[in-house]
Structure formats: structure tokens, C-alpha cells
């Protein structure tokens, strides 16, 4: 089946500094790529959605210098969290879609991220 | 109010019950409905999908969908404790954006 790729499962890094977190399709073409945010017990929050070759769409009141979205590809999509405060520390997911609602909703398995 | 409600739990029941997971939505658009399970530290993993209202059964999981109540279900029979995990309903009215509900944390005892 299809399957996401997403790396780093675990990262900490210090206030101030930037993350980078990559997605990649490994056996079908994303076209498009979701950015979800989630916090601890709570539901899947959309950040942005992301085409290949083109600007990410996003989401109402997610700040776009913030967190940069590049999907250069149709099997690389990234998010970087620049200037990363302890706020932002959440579990971020990417999901990959081909175009089809149902088939195309493949996860990646998520990374936690942690400012201090 | 939520686009989409779901009961966050936590919901434990002994191995073998049936279990019965329910999402409630605000947005009569919505078309295409889905159940994501979720391992802890993991991404979500599709379940079972339906288009509209109805009924679809896969092995032990039967998703319902009643729109005119504006109502999901996901039921697990003869639940194992595998199954022990966050159950998350979605939708969306046709584009690829999916609106998710609040997850129900699940445990199945042995």
C-alpha cells in the first residue's frame, strides 16, 4: 500500500532555531500534501495544503513566514518551523494525496517537536 | 460549535464487547466520511470510508452514517485488545480537505 515517509519521529531543539521536517511518498505521487498540527489529546488541526509546484495554501491563522511549506516534487514535500518557540511544540503529521478523497489520505507517521 | 463533535473518552470495555464510537457534525455538506485509527506517536491510518448515508460493513467494523441526523458511527465486534487505540472520525464535502473530530481514546481489556 501506499506509504509516507516522514523524518525525523523525534526532535528537540533549542528557542530561536529553525526544523525542518520532511514527507516523502515512497511509492505513489503526491500531488498534494496536507500539514496537521496536534496536541495532546486533541484532534488533527489543518495547517496548510500544499500542491506540487506551487504555493501552500493556509489555513486561517497559521502564520506562513512561520511555518514554511516546500513541495518541490511529487514525492518531497517539507515544513519548516523557523524561529521555534515553545509554543510550537506539538506533534506535526504530513499526509500525502493523489486527488482521490479515499485513497489518497496516507499518513505519515508524525513528528514530535519540542522548543525548550 | 465544532464543525465535527466526537466524545474524546476515555472508553474501556472488556475484550469481546461491541464496541460503538459516534461522531456528530454541525456542516450538512458534508459528503464522504471516514474513521482513522490512530496508534499512539503514530500517524492515522484509514478504517473504513462511506460516501453519503448508509451502512458498510468490513470484517469486525461496520461504519453508519445517518445524514438527516447528521450522525456517524464506527461498531467493532468481538473487540481484541489490539484494537486498543484513538479512533478519529473525518469528513469533508468533496474537496480534499478533511475536517476531523476530536478522537475517542479507545482501550480493550484483556
Known amino acids: 500500500g501506499a506509504v509516507v515517509s516522514q523524518h525525523p519521529s523525534r526532535v528537540i531543539c533549542k528557542s530561536g532555531t529553525s526544523v525542518k521536517i520532511e514527507c516523502r511518498s515512497l511509492d505513489f505521487q503526491a500531488t498534494t500534501m496536507f500539514w496537521y498540527r496536534q496536541f495532546p489529546k486533541q484532534s488533527l488541526m489543518l495547517m496548510a495544503t500544499s500542491n506540487e509546484g506551487s504555493k501552500a495554501t493556509y489555513e486561517q491563522g497559521v502564520e506562513k513566514d512561520k511555518f514554511l511549506i516546500n513541495h518541490a516534487s511529487l514525492t518531497l514535500s517539507t515544513l519548516t518551523v523557523t524561529s521555534a518557540h515553545p509554543e510550537d511544540s506539538s506533534f506535526y503529521i504530513c499526509?500525502?494525496?493523489?486527488?482521490?478523497?479515499?485513497?489518497?489520505?496516507?499518513f505519515g507517521s508524525g513528528t514530535r517537536l519540542t522548543v525548550v | 460549535q465544532k464543525e465535527v463533535e466526537q466524545d474524546p473518552g476515555p472508553l474501556s470495555v472488556p475484550e469481546g464487547a461491541i464496541v460503538s464510537l459516534n461522531c456528530t457534525y454541525s456542516n450538512s455538506a458534508f459528503q464522504y466520511f471516514m474513521w482513522y485509527r490512530q496508534y499512539s506517536r503514530k500517524g492515522p491510518e484509514l478504517l473504513m470510508y462511506t460516501y453519503s448515508s448508509g451502512n458498510k460493513e468490513d470484517g469486525r467494523f461496520t461504519a453508519q452514517v445517518d445524514k438527516s441526523s447528521k450522525y456517524i458511527s464506527l461498531f467493532i465486534r468481538d473487540s481484541q485488545p489490539s484494537d486498543s487505540a484513538t479512533y478519529l472520525c473525518a469528513m469533508s464535502w468533496g474537496a480534499q480537505k478533511l475536517v476531523f473530530g476530536q478522537g475517542t481514546r479507545l482501550t480493550i481489556n484483556p
Open positions: 499526509s500525502g494525496g493523489t486527488g482521490d478523497i479515499f485513497r489518497g489520505y496516507t
